[in-house]
């Protein structure tokens, strides 16, 4: 190395070092007392949501980062500095944080709102079970998630009277870019034609999306049209019978496809179609993901966007 990249090296040291550990400044910055209402999501599904509309007057952070699984998430060291610094925490509810800790902070306090809840209040008729447990995952249905924005409003204008028009104008704002997003969704999708319209993936996060997306307008019978090895949160382990009810699921539908998700491990969807194709089927795993209890760095629209692309290209287009 000649004396001067060593030069540079040393003088961009720090830069780097800085650039290495951008969560944790942010974190202390979101930490600090500055005007800003700061707001603690537990998903970023809702985070997105309050950053639409909280705009410049939000400071908001994610509490279950990246691709960790918010079925099981338990508070971790330095969660309950964040859930004590928050002006206000909003969360899914519906038995979605349903790791203890997490699970009794959340209910226990008395800054907290759970957005699936005042959905499920609202709108009992479009909350969807799987026996007598609850499905938590209303995201993945546009039209159901934006009936969020009205709570989040309500909550940022109670802690931030001031603030009220604003958070309603871009409440409302946020409202046509999500009918825009679920009508775009909905026409791409039910191109497809009916008898493609049929999914597998990691597991039982897709029902709402198939309930507004893959089924014929007034079908009954839809959740015929979703399939998923593990169940409302992901398992990781799958016995025999878990492998063969797919298979034959895959078969009995035509499906030769089955979508891996981005935060689940490709363990058991592998299996199964391995274990197909023993059986002579053709069963591919695509090499693309859906994205379902994780964003991975996506916006919320971008995702769903991303999902309908993607099942579209894999269930039809390549076809
Ligand atoms: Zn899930």
Redesign the pocket.
């Known amino acids: 190395m000649t004396r001067l990249k060593k030069v540079i090296l040393i003088l961009l040291a720090p830069l780097l070092f800085v650039a290495c550990q951008p969560s944790k400044n942010r974190l202390s910055d979101w930490m600090k007392h500055d005007g800003k209402i700061k707001i603690l999501s537990t998903t970023a599904q809702i985070g997105d949501l309050v950053k639409e509309i909280g705009g410049d007057r939000v400071d908001g952070w994610i509490l279950i980062q990246g691709d960790l699984?918010?079925?099981s998430y338990e508070i971790v060291k330095g969660d309950g500095e964040k859930l004590q610094r928050a002006d206000h925490i909003f969360y899914n509810g519906l038995g979605?944080e349903h790791g203890a800790s997490l699970s009794s902070m959340l209910k226990s306090s008395s800054k907290a709102t759970a957005i699936g809840e005042k959905i499920s209040r609202a709108y009992p008729e479009r909350i969807l079970k799987k026996g007598e447990i609850v499905d938590?995952?209303i995201w993945m249905d546009i039209s159901l998630w934006k009936k969020g924005i009205d709570p989040i409003v309500e909550a940022l204008s109670a802690i931030d009277p001031e603030g009220t028009p604003v958070y309603s104008e871009r409440g409302k704002a946020l409202l046509e870019k999500m009918e825009t997003a679920h009508n775009n969704v909905l026409s791409q999708l039910q191109k497809i034609p009916s008898e493609k319209r049929y999914l597998v993936t990691s597991?039982?996060?897709f029902h709402y999306f198939t309930r507004s997306y893959l089924a014929d307008p007034g079908e009954t019978h839809w959740g015929d049209r979703f399939a998923a090895p593990e169940g409302?949160?992901?398992e990781g382990q799958l016995n025999p019978r878990d492998i063969q009810k797919i298979i034959n699921y895959l078969k009995a539908k035509r499906v030769s496809v089955i979508f891996p998700?981005s935060n689940?491990s490709r363990d058991s969807i592998r299996k199964i179609a391995s274990a197909g194709r023993e059986l002579g089927l053709e069963i591919k795993v695509c090499s693309e993901p859906l994205y379902?209890?994780a964003m991975s760095g996506l916006t919320y629209l971008e995702m769903m966007n991303r999902n309908a692309e993607t099942i579209a290209k894999y269930l039809w287009n390549m076809q």
């Open positions: 699984d918010p079925h979605l938590p995952h597991h039982d996060a409302l949160a992901p998700e689940v379902g209890d």
